[in-house]
């Protein structure tokens, strides 16, 4: 199997960056997955609560179109969104101490792993129902075309609205892509095909799973599909597209292929796959199809600095997991009853009055 | 007999009913091949076929909506919500016309349908997977509530749930799904619905409780004083809400703390406090405790376990009430 989709006589516009924008994609993609590989370590040692969707196997989705877009157009996504978090560039240490529960994590610990918030990079979380997002996104960006043609501030916004190919059967989705379809909205719905809605294959839960981009025309929206287990393929497909999409102010939807090599969630007997499946697509691991092409096509990196790079992102992330470990619980005098109404008022509850809470590290 | 947990009597229910009833069916996220996210459907679906234990597709307003339409159509299907948050995009078809159809059409068209929900938290999980909102369904006239608490409840109320002629939301306290094993009788029996049990009888003092936070009052009450007589009474139903058992035994002790999971205002606490005053209030010596969840979102993790009343904060209820 080839480890890079590179055709060198097309237009390619990853062609045109600079190594060093390859390199950090490089670094991000390793960062990710290695946050992962602690987290699920954290996890199995009882040190995160709840459930943990990890993201390994699907970094090149988000390394390749956040490279896409500006640094202010506005996303939000579902749960699985660890990766979303550090790709816009959450420190990897509140965003741990947010999986520990700790106080300064990303939402002070009173979010957890589903909930990854970074309002300064233009994060607006992720969702624990899924689908909701959905229509919240079409909303943020109807708010970025009303700034920028109504109130004349602003540049003109694209909002990247992330979702699972389970979450394309929520009814939500479909009155979001309606209404962005009917107002000419500049969402563009990223569905992160992974194959499974928990346990469910697509084509089992899911009509015309080969051709979701029908359900997008149906709204008069212009879809595409992109394989996205290659980031400069990713990268090469999406920012045209956005950048079309941005220029006329309409939505968008992408059926962006890729695979989830670990379980659902940390508990997932993975019963309806098989081991070779998920081999077939670590074959084409992103991250490896990446160092190969900076290591052996564009030679911008060496087999040393490499090892040195991994070493560094192994050590962020180490040091991240202190980070959380030593950083305190919330405590629950303060915290149990902030952040629930602005202007603390008597009366809200008859137990105690809502207070101001620690300051969230992240604003 | 066999000693079985809460989820193996749910399971065993569910497999009795159908058998003994081809019109009952099951459906929802994963429920078939995977047996459900807690594994309550394990083995259904190989044991009645595809056709009957449904994998549907990740739409809980289609799930709900379709029951309903199954139920209106002669069947009397069990959909499950995996978990109680995600009733939230459910909540119109549930609550706008499960609950109405049979007024709306005076009586022509009833809902036989047993909605299976996990609720309440405990399992460190975050919001939305941890709550407890079992007080807004009872506030909706056409819907009956039930959240057993036993394995020997659970198995007898889910055949009532499901041989009931009205919509049956069926909470299960996801806490104690697996926290211990009773002895489950092999053949069907049913428990009623609306009816509260009296887990201990006592004279100076009633605890009042339902589904996971029962076994957190059975706690409590190991560490009270010897002479502090309690009677304890889990509610099982909260609607039909059982008003003669909570009559009987306030009137005879005079004294009440309820206790539940849920924030404490409006919380079903707020309904049962109401009827006691309405009806017991010349034997009243104390005004009714709550000792409930707080008014604030359902915590992480770290902070859970300050949220949810505990045997501490319930005995130390007990004990100001005890003392008014
Ligand atoms: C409304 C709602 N229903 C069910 C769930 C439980 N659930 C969480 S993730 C999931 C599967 C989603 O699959 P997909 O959208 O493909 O995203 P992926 O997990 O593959 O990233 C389900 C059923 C939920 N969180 N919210
Ligand atoms: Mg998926």
Redesign the interface.
């Known amino acids: 199997m080839s480890m890079t989709t590179t055709d060198p006589g097309v237009n390619r516009p990853s062609a045109a960056l600079a190594d060093d924008i390859l390199l950090g994609w490089l670094r991000k993609m390793l960062l990710i997955r290695e946050f992962e590989i602690r987290t699920m370590a954290a996890y199995q040692q009882a040190k995160i609560?709840?459930?943990c969707h990890i993201y390994n196997g699907q970094e090149a989705v988000v390394t390749g179109t956040f490279a896409a877009i500006n640094d202010d157009d506005p996303i939000i996504t579902a749960y699985r969104d660890h990766g979303h978090a550090l790709a816009r560039g959450m420190d990897p240490r509140h965003c741990m101490a947010e999986m520990?529960?700790?106080v300064s994590g990303c939402a002070k610990?009173?979010?957890?792993?589903?909930?990854m918030f970074d309002k300064p990079n233009w994060l607006f979380g992720g969702h624990?129902?899924?689908?909701?997002q959905t229509p919240v996104g079409a909303g943020l960006a109807f708010g970025a075309k009303y700034t920028h043609e109504v109130l004349k501030r602003g540049p003109k916004k694209v909002c990247l609205c992330f979702l699972g190919d389970?979450?394309i059967?929520?009814?939500?989705f479909h009155e979001a892509m309606n209404l962005a379809g009917l107002f000419s909205i500049p969402v563009i719905y990223i569905i992160e095909n992974n194959g499974y809605?928990?346990?469910?294959a697509i084509h089992?839960?899911?009509t015309m799973h080969d051709k979701l981009y029908k359900k997008a025309e149906a709204n008069a929206i212009e879809p595409i599909e992109i394989d996205g287990m290659d980031v400069l393929n990713v990268y090469d497909k999406f920012k045209p597209y956005a950048d079309m999409l941005r220029e006329e102010q309409r939505p968008g939807f992408v059926d962006l292929k890729t695979y989830r090599y670990q379980g659902h969630s940390m508990s997932d007997p993975q019963?309806?796959r098989t081991k070779e499946e998920v081999g077939e697509y670590q074959d084409r691991d992103p991250i490896n199809s990446l160092a190969h092409h900076v290591l052996s096509q564009r030679e911008c990196l060496t087999e040393d600095e490499f090892k040195a790079l991994q070493k560094e992102v192994k050590a962020q992330v180490k040091e991240a997991v202190a980070f959380a470990e030593a950083d305190p619980?919330?405590d629950?005098e303060a915290?149990?009853?902030s952040d629930?109404y602005a202007n603390p008022q008597p009366n809200?509850?008859?137990?105690?009055d809502?207070v101001e809470g620690a300051k969230n590290p992240l604003l | 007999m066999a000693n079985l947990t809460l989820v193996q009597a749910i399971n065993l229910a569910l497999t009795q009913e159908m058998e003994a009833d081809s019109r009952v069916i099951l459906l929802g996220e994963d429920v078939g091949k995977n047996g459900g996210v807690f594994r309550v459907t394990e083995g259904l679906q190989a044991r009645f076929g595809a056709d009957r234990v449904v994998d549907t597709p990740l739409a809980e307003s289609g799930i709900m909506g379709s029951a309903i339409g199954l139920a209106m159509g002669g069947l009397r299907p069990v959909p499950e919500i995996q978990f109680e948050g995600f009733l939230g995009p459910a909540y119109d078809q549930l609550t706008n016309h499960a609950a109405r159809y049979r007024t709306r059409s005076r009586g022509a068209v009833t809902i036989p349908m047993t909605v299976r929900v996990p609720v309440g938290g405990g399992i460190h999980a975050p919001e939305l997977h941890s709550d407890s909102p079992e007080a807004i369904y009872a506030h909706t006239p056409g819907l009956k509530v039930v959240m057993p608490s036993t394995p020997y409840d659970a198995k007898g109320m889910l055949i009532s749930a499901i041989r009931d002629p009205d919509p049956v939301i069926y909470f299960e306290p996801k806490r104690i799904y697996r926290a211990f094993r009773e002895e489950v009788p092999e053949d069907e029996y049913t428990v009623p619905i609306g009816k509260a049990k009296i887990v201990e009888e006592g004279t100076d003092l009633t605890v009042i409780s339902w589904g996971a936070t029962v076994l957190q009052c059975i706690e409590a009450m190991d560490n009270l004083p010897e002479d502090l007589s309690i009677e304890l009474i889990d509610m099982r139903t909260i609607y039909p809400i059982d008003v003669d058992t909570i009559v009987e035994s306030v009137s005879k002790t005079g004294r009440c703390v309820i206790v539940h999971e849920a924030p404490r205002t409006c919380g079903f606490g707020a309904e049962l406090a109401t009827l006691i005053q309405e009806h017991c209030f010349l034997h009243l010596e104390a005004p009714v405790q709550r000792v409930a969840g707080f008014d604030t979102v359902m915590p992480y993790y770290k902070l859970e376990l300050d949220y949810l009343p505990d045997a501490k904060r319930i005995a130390a209820g007990v004990m100001e009430c005890a003392a008014y």
């Open positions: 609560g709840g459930f520990y529960g700790r610990g009173k979010g957890g792993s589903m909930h624990g129902i899924v689908g909701a389970g979450a059967n929520q009814g939500a809605s928990m346990g469910t089992r839960g899911t019963k309806y619980a919330p629950p915290e149990l009853y629930v809200l509850s008859p137990i105690r809502y």
